[in-house]
C-alpha cells in the first residue's frame, strides 16, 4: 500500500490543484498537491516536506479532514489528508507541474483520480 499525505491550500472559496504527469499514474488528471510518506516519517512531516517541495510553501498548521483507502487495481493508495490551515509563501508549480486555483464549484468539472472524488465531495458539501 501506498501512503500518501494529500494537502488542501485553501483561498476562501478556492483550492489550489495541480496537474500529473502525463507520464505518471493517472497522469494528465488533476489533484491536490502532496506526496508519498516515507517509512519512519509521520504523516505531517510528509506533508510539510511535500508541499515545500512542490508548492514552495511552509506549513505552519494543518488539521487532519479524512482518510481515503482506493484499489486502482494495480497499487492500493491510502490519502491521509489535510486542511492547510496556516502556510507562509505563495504557492506555485516549483517541479515545473500546470497548477491553478479552483472555485470549489468548478472542482466538479476537472477530471481527478477516483481516490480524490471523496475529497471533493467533501469541499463541496463544507462549501454549499
Known amino acids: 500500500m ?3 499525505a ?8 478556492r483550492v489550489f490543484v495541480a496537474q500529473r504527469d502525463q507520464n505518471a499514474h493517472q497522469g494528465g488528471l ?12 509521520t504523516v505531517e512531516a510528509a506533508l510539510s516536506r511535500e508541499l515545500n517541495e512542490e508548492l ?3 506549513v505552519d498548521y494543518a488539521e487532519p479532514v479524512m482518510q481515503i483507502k482506493h484499489d486502482y487495481k494495480d497499487k492500493v493508495v491510502l490519502l491521509d489528508v489535510w486542511q492547510i490551515i496556516r502556510y507562509q509563501g505563495e504557492p506555485s508549480g516549483c517541479e515545473g507541474q ?9 472542482l466538479k468539472a476537472e477530471q481527478f483520480p477516483a481516490a480524490n472524488r471523496a475529497i471533493v465531495d467533501w469541499l463541496v458539501r463544507q462549501f454549499s
Open 6 to 13: 494529500v494537502g488542501l491550500v485553501l483561498d476562501n472559496d
Open 56 to 58: 514552495g510553501i511552509f
Open 30 to 41: 488533476w489533484e491536490f498537491p502532496g506526496g508519498k510518506v516515507d517509512a519512519g516519517e
Open 2 to 4: 501506498i501512503h500518501v
Open 98 to 106: 500546470p497548477v491553478k486555483w479552483l472555485t470549489v464549484n468548478a
